[in-house]
């Protein structure tokens, strides 16, 4: 399957559930860290602007903006 079928995705980190990360259909993705709390819902969001490249990703943890690792950048193209 080609890179424009990719979409993009949001997942937890099974090893570290304390670690989230966003990947978009260019092959870009961040992680963030935020302290979980057990037996209390929790909100993670992502936002992307659509753009190759990892500056137009935010994610955010119960509302507020969180701290983010670039962790890797495909430059990969998209079918559109």
Known sequence: SGAGDLGWSLSINGS????YSFRTR???????????TN???QHVCA??????GTAGIK???N???TAMN???TGGGTADD
């Open 16 to 19: 570290n559930a304390n670690r």
């Open 26 to 36: 260019f092959e870009d993705y961040v992680d963030g860290t935020a302290a979980k």
């Open 39 to 41: 037996d209390t819902w």
């Open 47 to 52: 936002t992307w602007d659509g753009q190759d």
């Open 59 to 61: 994610l955010y943890y």
């Open 63 to 65: 509302g507020v903006e």
């Open 70 to 72: 670039a962790s890797g």
